[in-house]
């Protein structure tokens, strides 16, 4: 049954092959066997869920169910703010937050039905690309407990992949729904910025954060995006766009064309990721989508722009947390400077006063223009470049990342080659534009994800592109062995 894929669940919710009590309390006991070895959860509400599954399961008796999704399990990343559960962002900062109000996104999935089984653990405040930063230890991939999941929504990444829920919230700021979709073997999607709300998502970087999905198949992306995304009025970053129902338009793909840019397939690119992916092209291609190679040489520069604007953001976004309005509050302070100084010294984690260090050094009188203002021309210049590719084909083909999952603790000290970990990533959330990662084969035995990247708001051509792919191929029926760690298959 937890191998099952959110619409498989849901058709056999439907078909009252089981009922959604039955199948919640499934799967948690599945997170009470597995997780230990896979830390993916931060908070569980196992009574809650028991509640609200047998609620649906009264309504759907009477056929009064809002959606086919009523009483299928899920869990929000805990970076989405839950009213009356605890949001942490997995910092030592929030560690008891409890949100008197949903998310957006929290409150559409709700209301379509779904049930929540808990938050799941992430790098703190999003900022890490291993889920190694969370002030509640480190997530472990599950096809390889010794690496890491990826970040920051490893969490959601190995709850879906150890089929301990058929779906997961996430949130992408540079990568961070695609990557760790990519190093676990599941589906993810970034939508275009302002297709989804922020409203209750805690800021990381304004103008790049994104919410999205993911999941072990496209069609299941497809269902769960027609429920979140949308206007909302209070997000004033939402964009009015039409939504589609994703669902119907998943088997109506014309004639494709698809580009390769060569930056993503060069340098700095696993020879075994790179051989997976040259198959995944070439089944593309099987499949009657034409190919063309591109060359977008401004995509060299993404990664210096980004851990440019990103904590700069970050540095605005986080003065908040200071231990007088909310959040830690050290004890016995001094006086007011020395609140301030071991409030947030004690709360945020290494890698994020990193980034709100750096963030208000290049936002400081003197570096303002040589630093923030020159990495806003280098964004604009690397969305215009992309959007003049994306004129000539439907979609562009990249590795998700540059490698498979890496070992834990092998980059905690070298924070560079950390950063490098999203260097096909990141370019996307610079130019706001909307990306899926799909899973397609894999190298020295662990997944290997593969990127599709869209014009703006075309999350339904993506997503016929990867459905058409997986209709073709088994890559994401794959699932780990768990029964190596947790005793149970």
Request: aromatic share 8%; with cysteine.
């Amino acid at each position: 049954m937890h191998w099952l894929t959110m619409m498989e669940m849901a058709r056999g919710l439907e078909s009252r092959e089981f009922s959604a009590t039955e199948l919640v309390e499934h799967l948690l006991s599945r997170v009470a066997f597995v997780d230990g070895s896979l830390n993916s959860f931060i908070t569980m509400d196992r009574e809650r869920a028991l509640i609200d599954a047998a609620h649906w399961d009264e309504a759907r008796s009477r056929n009064q169910h809002p959606s086919p999704l009523a009483g299928v399990p899920m869990a929000h990343k805990d970076i989405f703010c839950t009213k009356n559960q605890r949001t942490t962002c997995a910092s030592r900062m929030l560690e008891d937050f409890v949100p008197p109000y949903n998310a957006t996104v929290v409150e559409r999935l709700a209301e379509a039905g779904m049930v929540c089984l808990g938050k799941t653990n992430m790098d703190e405040f999003a900022m890490g690309s291993s889920n190694e930063t969370s002030y509640f230890g480190p997530v472990r991939n599950p096809w390889d407990i010794t690496r890491v999941p990826g970040g920051s929504s490893g969490g959601s990444a190995a709850a879906v992949a150890a089929g301990l829920v058929p779906l997961a919230t996430g949130t992408d700021t540079g990568g961070s729904i695609r990557q760790p979709a990519a190093l676990c073997g599941i589906s993810g999607l970034k939508p275009t910025y302002g297709r989804v709300s922020r409203w209750g998502m805690v800021a990381y970087a304004s103008s790049l954060d994104q919410a999205g999905l993911m999941a072990r198949s496209v069609e299941d992306i497809a269902c769960a995006l027609s429920y979140i995304a949308g206007f909302d009025d209070f997000d004033s970053t939402s964009a009015d766009e039409a939504v589609g129902d994703y669902i119907r338009m998943l088997d109506a793909p014309g004639k494709m064309k698809a580009g390769l840019p060569k930056q993503f397939f060069s340098d700095g690119i696993d020879a075994g990721v790179a051989a997976v992916m040259g198959k995944a092209v070439d089944a593309l291609r099987a499949l009657g989508i034409e190919t063309v190679e591109l060359d977008i040489p401004e995509l060299r520069y993404a990664i210096p722009a980004y851990y440019v604007i990103a904590p700069a953001e970050a540095s605005s976004n986080l003065a908040r947390y200071d231990g007088v309005r909310f959040g830690h509050r050290c004890d016995t302070p001094a006086d007011l400077e020395d609140l301030y100084k071991r409030s947030r010294g004690e709360g945020f984690g290494v890698e994020v006063q990193r980034r709100i260090l750096v963030g208000t050094y290049v936002l400081s009188h003197g570096y303002y223009d040589a630093y923030y203002l020159t990495a806003q021309k280098v964004r604009h210049s690397i969305r215009r470049a992309l959007k003049q590719a994306l004129a000539q084909v439907d979609f562009l083909v990249a590795p998700t990342a540059p490698e498979v999952a890496f070992p834990l603790g092998s980059r905690n000290l070298d924070p560079v080659a950390m950063y490098m970990s999203d260097i096909c990533t990141i370019a996307v959330n610079l130019a706001g534009l909307p990306a899926l990662s799909l899973p397609v084969g894999f190298s020295s035995g662990l997944p290997v994800g593969m990127q599709l990247i869209g014009d703006d708001f075309d999350e339904a051509g993506l997503l016929q592109a990867g459905h058409l792919y997986q209709k073709n191929t088994a890559w994401h029926r794959h699932h780990p062995d768990v029964a190596t760690y947790s005793g149970v298959e």
